[in-house]
């Protein structure tokens, strides 16, 4: 059966900055579990299975299992139903409040976070595969029961017309597609495997579409490392572009830190044109996924095709051009000498930059995309490194089970959920009845905060302070983020008017001064905060995005729910410690307040990039705008 181990970090290529306090694995454990759990968890996949083409997500049913009989809470509280008509009283509303709150408690892990599934993109799992695959540890790192968990889960998304999407509840496309055929395939599923044809009827709907040459440029690029699409038939991810000088426009500093965490592993790969072995396997994929003979492929024709399910950004005349000036002319020059010396020099930088990444991140990286990223660059620079064993070490981390079987999640949520689940709990004023749950969660939330930023000289390897933040999921991960840093402050702060022998010692206030400090800044001259670094690109640097899935990706920028979860925290903090730069806060808080009514949609609502947009967007701006005395009788926004 399997369980859910919280903070657990045994092993020699394991290390952590502070117990591993937030760490989610799942560990298979077949001597566990009664008869009539192993029932039930059978019973949750069943369901799940019957009606995943009404619901496409999971619910957490067996965390959730796990954690409450662990807890042993009392959830016996009888849920209130309200008939047509029927009045809603204080004894009512106060019966479901606590039912609600018990059910918290209860799903708390003994660390003080909230475990929870944070995924729902279906390219992230494959690339994971193909790692472990090529690398020849896939046998070592998933066991006999992880392989059905991760097939039961590829299948699961299945959609009916045999393909896989973008995400969870997506249109088929190609790279969602192809990305789980392949791993299907590399799992030990057979061409025909799976319940009524299932991968037969993938495979027809690749070849239907043209196949695999129709892939987006990141879906040619994991095939090309695999070994089942050519190099050739890659548009340019020139290493070179990592050593311009930060005086340009478009230097690596200047972009989007998600973009320049991903390009460089891929630069790398692109750079040596790394080929994983090729075994008789991927030639049987070199059959499978194309509409003619593999050697009869036009790879420099195939380069710029993407399926049209697939674009979210339509490729440019321009940038087709500076493509093509690269695939032409740049690459053929630098095989020879003495131009191969920057190739060599770009490659080396790109290894830098990745080993200083995995290194800062205890070899979680940024995200998922970036952690298979990661993987093959180490591997492809040196197959029996102790870089690669790090990450082998870390790649529990990134697995999450649920009744729809495991996935590759991204890094997640912990310290996010743990934030406004406190923010809840203490808006409950039911504080003594529940007030264990707060110190665990108080607890957890001290020791997430980063408290050095990274090291060595990290403005050199495009990083910015994070010193006082905290993180989306755990310490570990380290890097910022300033909506995270904003709610775990305010948490804070509102713990520390609480009684300390209910909810514990109150943070260093030192501490809370560092938070002040990463906050700030991120403000931007228009009032905005962004997420992870300050604003420092030019937005005309999207017409060079080089992707088809993704828009908005070139260049970091400020977004409503950030500012306005940095409002609310700076100022309560200026009200519970007015002698920290309090001129300093008061300018940023008026000047994010004008950025906020300056968003705002014609129709009144505000759009959301971090969540189900306007309805999300317009909650945060709200509540920002509030903090700061906004009513409906005195503003107009």
């Given at each position: 059966?399997?369980?859910?181990?919280?903070a657990?970090?045994?092993?020699?290529?394991?290390?952590?900055?502070?117990?591993?306090?937030?760490?989610?694995?799942?560990?298979?454990?077949p001597?566990?579990?009664?008869?009539?759990?192993?029932?039930?968890?059978?019973?949750?996949?069943?369901?799940?299975?019957?009606?995943?083409?009404?619901?496409?997500?999971?619910?957490?049913?067996?965390?959730?299992?796990?954690?409450i009989?662990e807890?042993?809470?009392?959830?016996?509280?009888?849920p209130?139903?309200?008939?047509?008509?029927?009045?809603?009283?204080?004894?009512?509303?106060?019966?479901?409040?606590?039912?609600?709150?018990?059910?918290?408690?209860?799903?708390?892990?003994?660390?003080?976070?909230w475990?929870?599934?944070?995924?729902?993109?279906?390219?992230?799992?494959?690339?994971?595969?193909?790692?472990?695959?090529?690398?020849?540890?896939?046998?070592?790192?998933?066991?006999?029961?992880?392989?059905?968990e991760?097939?039961?889960?590829i299948?699961?998304?299945?959609?009916?017309?045999?393909?896989?999407?973008?995400?969870?509840?997506?249109?088929?496309?190609?790279?969602?597609?192809?990305?789980?055929?392949?791993?299907?395939?590399?799992?030990g599923?057979?061409?025909?495997g799976?319940?009524?044809?299932?991968?037969?009827?993938?495979?027809?709907?690749?070849?239907?579409?043209?196949?695999?040459?129709?892939l987006?440029?990141?879906?040619?690029?994991?095939?090309?490392?695999?070994?089942?699409?050519?190099?050739?038939?890659?548009?340019?991810v020139?290493?070179?572009?990592?050593?311009?000088?930060?005086?340009?426009?478009?230097?690596?500093?200047?972009?989007?830190?998600?973009?320049?965490?991903?390009?460089?592993?891929?630069?790398?790969?692109?750079?040596?044109?790394?080929?994983?072995?090729?075994?008789?396997?991927?030639?049987?994929?070199?059959?499978?996924?194309?509409?003619?003979?593999?050697?009869?492929?036009?790879?420099n024709?195939?380069?710029?095709?993407?399926?049209?399910?697939?674009?979210?950004?339509s490729?440019?005349?321009?940038?087709?051009?500076?493509?093509?000036?690269?695939?032409?002319?740049?690459?053929?020059?630098?095989?020879?000498?003495?131009?191969?010396k920057?190739?060599?020099?770009?490659?080396?930088e790109?290894?830098?930059?990745?080993?200083y990444e995995?290194?800062?991140?205890?070899y979680?990286?940024?995200?998922?995309?970036?952690?298979?990223?990661?993987?093959?660059?180490?591997?492809?620079e040196?197959?029996?490194?102790d870089?690669?064993?790090?990450?082998?070490?870390?790649?529990?981390?990134?697995?999450?089970?649920a009744?729809?079987?495991?996935?590759?999640?991204?890094?997640?949520?912990?310290?996010?959920d743990?934030?406004?689940?406190?923010?809840?709990?203490?808006?409950?004023?039911?504080?003594?009845?529940?007030?264990?749950?707060?110190?665990?969660?108080?607890?957890?939330?001290?020791?997430?905060?980063?408290q050095?930023?990274?090291?060595?000289?990290?403005?050199?390897?495009?990083?910015?302070?994070?010193?006082?933040?905290?993180t989306?999921s755990?310490?570990?991960?380290?890097?910022?983020?300033?909506?995270?840093?904003?709610?775990?402050?305010?948490?804070?702060?509102?713990?520390?008017?609480?009684?300390?022998?209910?909810?514990?010692?109150?943070i260093?206030?030192?501490?809370?001064?560092?938070?002040?400090?990463?906050?700030?800044?991120?403000?931007?001259?228009?009032?905005?905060?962004?997420?992870?670094?300050?604003?420092?690109?030019?937005?005309?640097?999207?017409?060079?995005?080089?992707?088809?899935?993704?828009?908005?990706?070139?260049?970091?920028?400020?977004?409503?729910?950030?500012?306005?979860?940095?409002?609310?925290?700076?100022?309560?903090?200026?009200?519970?410690?007015?002698?920290?730069?309090?001129?300093?806060?008061?300018?940023?808080?008026?000047k994010?307040?004008?950025?906020?009514?300056?968003a705002?949609?014609?129709?009144?609502?505000w759009?959301?990039?971090?969540?189900?947009?306007?309805?999300?967007?317009?909650?945060?701006?709200?509540?920002?705008?509030?903090?700061?005395?906004?009513?409906?009788?005195?503003?107009?926004?």
């Amino acid at each position: 059966m399997w369980k859910l181990e919280v903070a657990d970090g045994d092993g020699p290529w394991l290390f952590s900055t502070n117990n591993f306090v937030g760490r989610q694995i799942w560990k298979f454990k077949p001597n566990v579990g009664t008869p009539e759990e192993h029932a039930r968890v059978e019973i949750a996949r069943e369901q799940f299975r019957s009606n995943r083409s009404r619901c496409k997500a999971s619910s957490d049913v067996l965390k959730n299992f796990q954690l409450i009989q662990e807890n042993q809470i009392d959830l016996s509280i009888p849920p209130v139903r309200l008939g047509d008509g029927e009045e809603i009283t204080v004894e009512k509303a106060e019966t479901a409040l606590r039912k609600a709150l018990r059910f918290t408690s209860a799903i708390q892990a003994s660390d003080g976070h909230w475990p929870s599934e944070f995924s729902g993109p279906l390219f992230l799992t494959p690339p994971l595969i193909m790692v472990v695959y090529l690398s020849g540890s896939l046998n070592t790192v998933l066991s006999s029961d992880h392989k059905k968990e991760i097939i039961r889960y590829i299948y699961n998304h299945q959609n009916e017309d045999g393909g896989w999407g973008f995400h969870v509840e997506g249109h088929s496309t190609m790279m969602g597609t192809t990305l789980n055929y392949v791993a299907l395939r590399l799992l030990g599923e057979g061409p025909e495997g799976g319940r009524d044809g299932a991968l037969t009827k993938a495979r027809k709907w690749i070849l239907d579409h043209g196949g695999v040459i129709m892939l987006p440029s990141w879906g040619k690029l994991y095939l090309s490392v695999l070994g089942t699409y050519e190099w050739s038939g890659c548009n340019p991810v020139p290493p070179e572009f990592l050593l311009f000088p930060s005086f340009l426009p478009f230097s690596p500093g200047k972009l989007w830190c998600h973009l320049r965490t991903v390009y460089t592993p891929m630069a790398y790969l692109y750079g040596k044109k790394f080929v994983g072995p090729i075994t008789d396997l991927i030639l049987q994929l070199r059959d499978e996924l194309y509409n003619q003979p593999y050697e009869e492929v036009d790879w420099n024709k195939a380069r710029h095709l993407c399926l049209k399910e697939d674009l979210y950004t339509s490729p440019s005349l321009a940038k087709n051009l500076i493509f093509d000036g690269i695939h032409y002319l740049s690459e053929r020059v630098l095989r020879h000498w003495p131009f191969s010396k920057l190739r060599e020099q770009a490659l080396q930088e790109a290894m830098k930059l990745i080993h200083y990444e995995d290194e800062n991140t205890r070899y979680m990286t940024h995200a998922s995309i970036e952690k298979s990223l990661n993987m093959m660059a180490c591997w492809a620079e040196d197959p029996t490194s102790d870089a690669f064993k790090f990450h082998l070490a870390r790649v529990p981390d990134v697995l999450w089970l649920a009744e729809d079987g495991m996935k590759m999640q991204s890094i997640g949520s912990q310290l996010w959920d743990a934030a406004f689940a406190t923010q809840a709990v203490i808006a409950s004023k039911l504080v003594d009845e529940y007030g264990s749950t707060l110190r665990r969660a108080h607890e957890f939330l001290k020791q997430s905060q980063i408290q050095a930023n990274a090291s060595g000289d990290f403005r050199r390897m495009h990083r910015h302070i994070s010193k006082g933040a905290w993180t989306l999921s755990i310490k570990d991960h380290g890097w910022q983020v300033s909506d995270c840093t904003a709610e775990a402050l305010r948490a804070l702060l509102l713990l520390s008017q609480m009684p300390t022998e209910i909810v514990g010692e109150t943070i260093d206030t030192e501490r809370l001064y560092n938070a002040i400090d990463f906050l700030l800044s991120l403000q931007s001259k228009n009032g905005g905060f962004s997420v992870w670094e300050p604003a420092r690109g030019q937005r005309w640097l999207e017409v060079l995005n080089p992707t088809e899935a993704f828009g908005d990706m070139m260049v970091e920028t400020e977004y409503v729910e950030c500012t306005a979860s940095a409002i609310q925290a700076l100022v309560l903090f200026k009200r519970l410690h007015p002698g920290y730069r309090s001129k300093e806060i008061e300018a940023s808080v008026a000047k994010a307040s004008s950025y906020i009514e300056d968003a705002q949609m014609s129709d009144g609502s505000w759009y959301g990039n971090w969540g189900i947009c306007y309805t999300y967007g317009t909650y945060f701006a709200l509540k920002g705008l509030a903090s700061v005395g906004k009513t409906c009788r005195n503003s107009t926004t």
